[in-house]
């Protein structure tokens, strides 16, 4: 019997040898033969929610019935990405065209840039991400036609797109070229005098800009001349038929092809568009924008941004009093320059040299470096009142006498390095980051104030640049003016939403509130103030500063101390810039942590410090001042018209005597992807009420017109008595903004604040925190140095191989198991043990193992059921102030997108406004949707839609309410996705 035995043994060892052997051969066959699934295209809707463009946008439709406009259709979509492969075949073996490259391999942004790296030898393909989300990654590439295929064969879970002329433009971009008031179903449109695009030179491209200008403009002259409704529409000049430059100008800036229609001169739309493609369709053009001109857009105002201490009668600048007035820092303005001759500037030791060298004198008083672009003066005003605001200091001796109040800057004892980038009109033409910052930065400025935009809400080439330079440069912080496009008298619009300009990440984008005793008084923003949120959904503008009826330095040749009044968010944008020297000096002479000064103490911060202490300040406004033309329009924080609300450097940092918050600070804090960085803080007794922690960081730049711009995400937290706070005011992490904030009621022992980096593109990410309240900082101080004191590494819930083997979107990791508890048992929990009962995956689907969240771990056990069903939902009628409460038949969970309808009453020209609210089984709020109609304020019915950043659980009921105004609330419906991603509608009907 035991012979038996051990030859059966022995047979079946062998058999299992030979089954590995096999195994082992068919796994190397396996990864030696590329996959037959590869994807040269993309759907029109993938593709559009990776980027938005004038291809693949719903609104394009309209332009169906153009031979030349955008496609309309799936099929006519992959109709022109193939026909794009073929161009691009065509164009020989060494000119490369753009691509789009997608990877949806199961991991991380960092994980995909270099599974794309090893598999397509794409070695800083990171630098030019387009999207990263959980479940996909995509960037744009350089690449010839050959290298395009077969990067495309190397895995089935890698997309490679090219790019044609209308994946290159936005819908917005494209139609905002046509004028105010266009309408496509009018026969023979015509734009006049606002058709304006650039094409956007491909980085890395060798020839000379000259030599794609000649290219670009041949090829417009032959589309000119061949395109019907171009040379035969439009109207003669001087007796003969137009030609292209009777009407266009092609002219090059940078990387810029600008492409303008000339002043006075009429042009068919359909031969715009055709202009547009030709521009386009080059295989050195990356992308083409909008290009509207770029335009520009103090006594009490300090007092209310050093915090309103005092009273109207004994009104206190505490950080003045305290000696922070800017001292050894330098603020770099772009504008239409500056008056030196003013008393606010003058040096009796002479003046820079004003001109093209960029020489720097740190001897000066006040200007140390004046780069005239331009020329050598302000003819405007606009520069000198901006510069006035920042910085300005009423010189001593013969010829310095104000009469009148004397309206010093808010950082009087700074310097400043001018970038003269206009002459006497609204128009200026400022550089790009590099060589404007750069030429800034040898004169030690850290600070770039531009209260200048071109009213274009979207993600633009400058706003990359600037990001860019701010990633690469922490140290450097630039502050932008958001527009004055808020509202207009004008026109008797008001409340105009998606209107902010200059929205890169990394900028500090300025709102303007009132001035003291100014309308409804400094807790309102102004009617003309831009509004967000930005084109791609972020939070912008992010704070406020006095902006309406600001006095400041008046402009002029000779010598004056004269003062005048502007209103503008260019006027708020200057005053945020000079508070950002004053903090700078609180840091760097060392106020921080005891509100003294200690020399000891002192050290550098970094850029995005110094802007989360400034979005930590900020104080809640209460409304939009409509300036009696309209009704006060609502506010609330981290909305579209506040951002994190109006500055107070006296909330920002904490300043003995004077402050009535303790403020701790972490700077450089770095963490590896799917790391995490946790503080926990006690909490002791003061005079303030609130405890406000927020995290901000330099993200890297993004991708022109990217619809998630977002490239490394890190999510903030706070646990406050067992519970967990997201940050602006959400109910969920938020996947947009790389600011964030946390604000609630003081009152715990103890909190805990936490920094997961969740997705990154890079191999790390450097951020700060801010806390403010009655912190205790008497055990430790904090870290302002490049490690967090803690770092807590969770367990990978998977591994990812070269070669992925699945791309779901929902997955659970088999061989996670708790051991610890269970051993006398001989139990685990496992994903499979949590589902085996209601009440455990309720305990553990929200707790953390090793710091990562079990329902990331569980995914299929935790995920929330998502229930399709139907319910009777007549049109209903809410009068102003009235709530109507609709209870589901079952919970919906798993929510993450709402759509509805609100129709105006038609015997009314005001404004109406209106919630849809989600809300659970006991009427507790989950999530809000406001929209509005009315009258000379909007359309009479608006169709509105709403995608969550985080899905909602719970949903039992629905409310209805009117808010402003009565009005009539239809069509609601939430859509909710099941385990694996597919969508379920859930109508009201």
Known sequence: ????????LKSISIQRMQLFAAIRILAVALVAA?????????SIELHNSIIHTAATSVESSQYSDVSVGPSSTDESFADDLQKQWKANEGLGDDVAAPYLVCDFTAGTGRSRVEHINSLCDLPDIGDHSVQNLPDRTCVNAQLLYADAKKCAAKSEFIAVVPHTAWTKISYEALTAGFGDGFNTTMPNQVAIETARYAGIICPGDSESIKTRRSEAKNALMRDFKSTEKCAATVPSVRGYMAKFGDIFTLTFENSRLKLHQKDGVFVNYECLMALVASLAEHPFVCNVEHDPPVVLFNDNARWIMQGNVGSNSNKKLPFHDAGIKGFGQTVQMSDTGLSVQSCYFYDSNGEVVRDKSATVDRSKRKVVQYYAKSDQYDDNGHGTHCAGTILGEICTGT?????????????PEAKIAVYDIGGSGPGVSPDDADPMFVRGMSAFATVHSASWGNGDNSYQTRDRKNDKFQYDNPSFLVVFAAGNSGGSKNSGRYNIKNTSSGVAKNNLNVCATNNHEVGLGQSYTAYFSSMGPSQDGRMKPDICAPGMKISSAKNSRGRTCSSQTYSGTSMACPGVAGSALLLRQFFMEGFYPTGTKNSADSFTPTGYLIKAAILNSGRAVLGRDNDGEADMFPSTPYDESQGFG????????YLNGESKAKVLV?????????????????????????????????DKEGAVGCSTCMTNRLDLTVMNNGQTLYPNGKTGHDTKNNVQRVRFETGNDSITVRVHAKNLITASQKF????????DSGSRHPAHSPGPSKISSPAPSKSISQTPTAAPTCFEDPNFAITRGF??????RTCKYFGEKKWRKKKWCNKRYRGQLISEICCVTCAPECTQQEILMKEYYARSGQTITTNLPAVINNVQQVRGTLRCTYTTNHYVSGDFILQDASGNQLYKMNFHCGGQHGTDVTKSSEVFDMPVDGVKMVSYKSSWNSGYYSDFMAICTDVNGKEIEVPLK
């Open 1 to 8: 019997q035991n012979t038996k035995q051990e030859t059966a």
């Open 34 to 42: 590329p996959f037959t699934r590869a994807s040269d295209s993309l």
């Open 399 to 411: 010829g310095c006498t104000v009469n009148g109040v004397n309206r010093d800057g808010s950082a």
């Open 646 to 653: 109006l500055i107070s450097l006296i909330d920002a940092v």
């Open 666 to 698: 972490w700077d450089q804090v770095e963490l590896e992807n799917g790391k995490m960085w946790e503080e926990t803080i006690t909490i002791g007794s003061c005079d303030t009420q609130q405890t406000s922690v927020t995290m901000t960081y330099f």
């Open 768 to 775: 700060a925190v801010v806390v403010s309240g009655c912190v």
């Open 823 to 828: 051993k006398k048992k001989q139990l685990k």
